[in-house]
């Protein structure tokens, strides 16, 4: 097949992909996941069932495909966050871009919707992933902060991204404030930097 015949399959199929995906979440934040049919995600999508039943088996496996690629934009976001700067404000906008992204505005439009997707989704290999790379991630910036002088060094730079990870969790339960997300960072830096000296 030519090249150019195969590049327009290829995006034809990411299109149709994209469709099915963002058809799904809007359906699933309209009408709650049980409600949701292969049938109905095929209409909004604008394809056939057909057509849908050869993309993914099942709805489950589309929001577990939607969520992958929500997961991997927000690494994406959290990467462009930790671009080479001053090693504080580095660590600062990283953990601002975090609760940002655990904020009630980024859930999933899974949730809410009962526990019937909260297995599925803990145990999909792409959230395992993420999570490595996230932890990966953060304990570069702090240990970064930390030979700058501007994180203690009594722990591992890895313990501390495990105790700021579980500290930022608690932007999910925050008003989706900037001030209250600032708050929340403040209090975690505060836990993060080196005891004052005497």
Do not use: C
Not at 81 to 110: K, M, N
Request: no cysteine; glycine share 6%; proline share 6%.
């Amino acid at each position: 097949m030519p090249r150019l015949w195969n590049a327009t399959i290829d995006e034809h199929r990411r299109t149709v992909h994209a469709a099915i995906l963002d058809a799904t979440a809007a359906l699933v934040a309209e009408r709650g996941l049980a409600a949701v049919t292969m049938s109905q995600i095929a209409a909004q999508a604008g394809i056939g069932r057909a057509t849908l039943y050869k993309y993914f088996p099942d709805v489950e496996a589309i929001v577990v495909a939607w969520h992958e690629r929500q997961v991997g934009e927000h690494l994406a976001q959290l990467h462009e966050a930790a671009a080479p700067a001053d090693p504080d404000a580095r660590l600062r906008r990283v953990l601002l871009t975090l609760t940002e992204l655990t904020g009630g505005r980024h859930q999933p439009a899974t949730a809410g919707h009962g526990p019937d997707m909260a297995v599925p989704l803990h145990r999909a290999e792409h959230l395992h992933q993420a999570r490595h790379r996230l932890h990966a991630l953060l304990t570069d910036v702090i240990r970064a902060a930390a030979e700058a002088g501007h994180v203690r060094t009594d722990m591992p730079a890895a313990d501390l991204a495990t105790y700021s990870l579980h500290a930022l969790a608690a932007a999910a339960d925050l008003p989706a404030t900037r001030p209250a997300r600032t708050r929340l960072v403040e209090l975690t830096l505060a836990a993060l930097r080196p005891a004052p000296a005497g």
